[in-house]
């Protein structure tokens, strides 16, 4: 199966300001998507990130908030924009279909 | 996707077996069964996949009535790093490669 490293692990920022997360995975993967899982709570999709176009957003929430690249098969980045404290949560990314591997996922606090 | 029901939280001692259900009353002839478990602080790891045939593999064995309308995971000697939350996920329709995460069941594992 295949590994992602994502990076960073975890990550402090002020508010106003954007974190870029990246996975790398290490081998060509037809899809992949990136998840928020806010404290105490289960996992909910952000997006589908499509190789080339722009990606899928679920339903509450938008590319400006949640910019997202993905420039070939291997590789895609989230941007959380404009952080605010309720932004605060564990960001992961899987591929798919059907998520057999995910990120270790990145830990994010706004102060 | 296929709702799904599992109970909140469950016990097992340590080497006994531990059986997780879930139930999928509303699910359709095409689509699976998915679980996965998440380990504090981890990203979710796939364990098992099926359709409507028992399966095994060396995490898991999963059990689907014949009906197809719940089915359980067994962990048949459950150790102290099985403890994780473990979601059943039916996706499908038009939520192709997608998982939609429940809040799954809590599995506390004791010496």
């Known amino acids: 199966s295949a590994v992602i490293s994502q990076k960073p692990s975890r990550d402090i920022c002020q508010r106003g300001t954007s974190l870029t997360i990246q996975c790398q995975v290490d081998?060509?993967?037809?899809?992949m998507f990136w998840y928020r899982q806010q404290p105490g709570q289960s996992l909910t999709l952000i997006a589908t990130a499509n190789q080339g176009s722009e990606a899928t957003y679920e339903s509450g929430f938008v590319i400006d908030k949640f910019p997202i690249s993905r420039p070939n098969l291997t590789f895609s980045t989230l941007t959380v924009s404009n952080m605010s404290p309720e932004d605060s949560s564990i960001y992961l990314c899987s591929e798919g279909p059907y998520g057999y591997t995910f990120g270790s996922g990145t830990r994010l606090t706004v102060v | 996707d296929a709702k799904t029901t599992q109970p909140t939280s469950m016990d097992c001692a340590e080497g006994r077996a531990a059986n997780l259900p879930c139930n999928h009353s509303?699910?359709?002839?095409?689509?699976?069964v998915y679980w996965y478990r998440q380990i504090h602080s981890q990203g979710p790891q796939y364990i098992i996949h099926g359709l409507k045939n028992n399966e095994t593999n060396e995490m898991a064995s999963l059990i689907i009535t014949e009906d197809r309308k719940s089915s359980t995971l067994i962990l048949p000697h459950a150790t102290l790093r099985d403890t994780a939350v473990y979601y059943c996920?039916?996706?499908?329709?038009?939520?192709?490669?997608?998982?939609?995460f429940g809040q799954g069941t809590i599995l506390t594992v004791h010496p």
């Open positions: 509303t699910i359709s002839g095409n689509e699976y």
């Open positions: 081998s060509q993967v037809t899809m």
């Open positions: 996920i039916v996706p499908g329709g038009t939520s192709y490669g997608k998982l939609t």
